[in-house]
Every structure is written in C-alpha cells, then in structure tokens.
C-alpha cells in the first residue's frame, strides 16, 4: 500500500523552539505538499516542491521553511514556534501530472505553549 | 485569487437518503476536479475524481461536473451514517507549478 509517512501524530513545543516536522513517501512522486489545517480556515498551503531541491511559497510561508534534499522526504520547519503555529499540519505527495490528486499523510497535530 | 466554495453546512440526512454536495470555482481553466472525505482528527482522503463534463459514478458516489456554470457536486446514494464527515471539494488550476485549490469543506451528518 502507498504510504504517506509523518514522523509525529502528536507534538507539544515551547515558544521559540526550532522544530522539525518531517515527511517520507514511498510513491516515487515528483511533488510535495505542506499545509496545515484550522477550524473555519479549511487548508492553507505552506509550501510545496516539485523537485528535489526546489520549493515554491504557497499562500502562508511566513515563519515557516522547508528542505527536499531527496526526492521522497520533504521537511516542513518552523524557525522559531510561536502559538499562533498551533495546527494540524498536513503532507501530501502527487504525481506531476497532477491529475491523480494528492495522498496525504496522517497529519502532525503540534501544540506550541 | 482563485477561489473553491462550499456551503460549511452542516448538512443533515437521514439513513438511505440522497446527499448532495456542491462546489463552485472561479477559475474557468481549471482542468482536474476532486472530492475528498476527511473524518473528524483524521487526514483527507481522496475518494473521486472528474475531469469531463457530464457524470462519473463509483458506488455510491455519483460526482458531476459542468464546466460552463463552473460547478462540481458529489452525489451519496444510500447515505449511512459511517458517510458523516467533512467533503473537500479540490481544483486544479491547469497552471504548471501550482497546487490544487481547496474548498473550506461542506460537514454531513447522517442519521439512523
């Protein structure tokens, strides 16, 4: 079965704290999505990358990066966690024809106190 | 800004009923269409997808696309109460480089 992998189901961080939230899929795909998602707000993209080494801003990348050094792991990284990142945050992984749509990974709830 | 709406509903019907889900998009060259069902905590996934006018049916489910009114629905047949979740209507734009655009999400409720 295809997977979509996120490192952490759950994740509690102080203000401030540099973290890391990492994405492996086994699909082969070309692209890569980050998003987090918020009651009322639906889904909001981050940034996504469509090759290794690459990555585009998506509709709020602010106090938010990201690294795809390979081609199946894209990392999401929060320079310095404030509250307001608390979220469910989504990956997701899609062929470059993107006419399959996306698979999303189990999703990353972090909670920044 | 391209846009995908929804109606957040919720949406209530009873056991065995016909849901209806609706989405419209603002950008005309839109080429890919998709529903995706996401229960509560969980990750969305995906469960259709249409890229020519007229209908697709799977099951159940039933999504029709026109895209001169710029409109996407998802029909559930038979509705059951394991059906209750957020439907995510998604677009893709047709623009090399770009994401798919998402709706907020219509939330059904399905009672026995």
């Known amino acids: 079965d295809v997977k979509v992998t996120q490192s952490s189901r759950y994740l509690v961080k102080r203000t401030g704290e540099k973290v890391f939230l990492e994405c492996v899929q086994d699909?082969?795909?070309?692209?890569m999505f980050w998003y987090r998602q918020d009651p009322g707000l639906g889904l909001r993209l981050i940034y996504f990358?469509?090759?290794?080494?690459?990555?585009e801003k998506g509709d709020i990348p602010e106090g938010y990066s990201v690294s795809r050094e390979k081609k199946e792991r894209f990392s999401l990284i929060l320079e310095s966690a404030s509250t307001n990142q608390t979220s469910m945050y989504l990956c997701?992984?899609?062929?470059?024809?993107?006419?399959?749509?996306?698979?999303f990974g189990s999703g990353t709830r972090l909670t920044v106190v | 800004q391209k846009e995908v709406e929804q109606n957040s509903g919720p949406l209530s019907v009873p056991e065995g009923a016909i849901a209806s889900l609706n989405c419209t998009y603002s950008?005309?060259?839109?080429?890919?269409f998709f529903w995706y069902r996401q229960y509560s905590g969980k990750s969305p996934e995906l469960i259709m997808s249409?890229?020519?006018?007229g209908d697709k049916e799977d099951g159940r489910f039933t999504a029709q696309l026109n895209k001169a009114s710029q409109y996407v629905s998802l029909l559930i047949r038979d509705s059951q109460p394991s059906d209750s979740a957020t439907y995510l209507c998604?677009?893709?734009?047709?623009?090399?480089?770009?994401?798919?655009?998402f709706g907020k999400g219509t939330t059904l409720s399905v009672s026995s």
């Open positions: 997701a992984s899609s062929l470059v024809d993107r006419v399959y749509g996306y698979t």
């Open positions: 699909m082969d795909h070309e692209n």
């Open positions: 990358s469509y090759d290794v080494k690459m990555k």
């Open positions: 950008d005309r060259v839109s080429q890919s």
């Open positions: 249409i890229y020519s006018n």
């Open positions: 998604a677009v893709n734009s047709g623009q090399a480089g770009t994401a798919l655009i």
